[in-house]
């Protein structure tokens, strides 16, 4: 959430903010409710200062015509109390539609096709025959079992069988290892259901409402860790000594993919269901944008460690979410498709997210609290790296080999070979 003084004070910024986001903001019925708003403050305090006066002032049998004018002055203050409240409602809600305007690095771009490539690393496989897609890998190997997922949850669902199991449960478990033995992160493992206020304090509400499963009770089953994870510290005042605090956590995560339609159909990319192991930072404003290269830093490791090609974009004002303030994506490259698969979106909010939630660090003792800065990424998507995997590895006699920083999660394992 943006801090209405700010906007009262630089609305243009906030303007072209949303401009360049692509985002409808209701600024102009912001401002108007606010000028509004202040003014009905005013005279609602005019007309409490005039009943004080009148009360202190008043004899111990005051008049018809005093009587009548405090009975005017409380009415007057308790109808103006209570359009006031519902003006702040309304202003409340419809900040919570206003965008984080984008960090002044961020590229100036329509849509994806602006992003700018930061970096590639590694070499395009040289496999010495056609790549095939891991979805018809994925079946010569009997790992996917999309038609009995359809029939127990219908489309976009996936049941892994065998050995791809095996290689989904290896991944998650090494990249939380790494996480934490390498990274320094501390693992958490959150509900993955959260009330509506989580759910608006990371700004996935009411930006991302079509995208969300919501039970009958009121609760909301996580599209990502990040939600459940940054709002550990919803309503809290940290200690300045403590920051960074940087968690990972697994959580399966679950969307609708409303906004998909026909879009990546077939094989393991688009579900509705899928595992992610998520990297979460809180961090003061000053450290904020190197704390990002360091997340980024951190999902590509586990792809060096893979050996999976990649690139990393820095994307666009265009192509950016509602919530961000700087963010880059990590792309695998599987040339089964040849194409690339984001397996990570690493984003720094600033303090969008922190003030939404209320989580905020006192910088010293005695010091005003401020609002921390949160960061998250993707440390990985799982289903979009193992489809990177069964490409990259893929070999001439139908078999696939395992990444050897994978080896001590399978159990011995080296090789997913085909059915005898």
Known sequence: ???????????DRYRRGAELKHEAAPIDEILELDTR???????????????????????QAPTDDERARLNELRAQVQSGESELAEIETRLRDLLLYVPNPPHE?????KDEDDNVTVRTWGEVPQLGFPALPHYDIGERLGIFDFERAAKISGARFAVL????????????????????????YTEVLPPYLVRPECMVGTANLPDKEGMAYQTNDDLYLVPTAEVPVTN???????????????????????????????KDTRGYIRLHQFDKVEMVRFTTPETSLEELELLTGHAESLLQRLGIRYRVLSMCTGDMGFAQWKKYDVEA??????RWLEVSSCSAFGDFQARRANIR????????PRFVHTLNGSGLAVPRVLDAILETYQQADGSVEVPDALWPYMGGTTRLELPR
């Open 1 to 11: 959430m943006i801090p209405l003084q700010d906007l009262r004070e630089d609305p």
């Open 37 to 59: 708003a202040r003014a009905l403050r005013a005279q609602v305090e005019a007309a409490q200062a005039e009943r004080r006066r009148a009360s202190s002032g008043a004899r």
């Open 105 to 109: 690095s961020v590229p100036v771009g």
């Open 161 to 184: 069988r065998g050995d791809g199991a095996r290689l989904q449960r290896a991944l998650i478990t090494w990249m939380l290892d790494v996480g934490v033995r390498d990274h320094g």
């Open 232 to 262: 550990l510290y919803r309503e809290e005042i940290l200690d300045a000594a403590d920051l960074p605090i940087c968690h990972v956590a697994y959580t399966a995560c679950f969307r609708r993919e409303a906004g998909a339609a026909g």
């Open 333 to 338: 490259w599987a040339p089964g498709m040849q």
């Open 361 to 368: 660090y006192r910088p010293a003792p005695g010091e005003r």
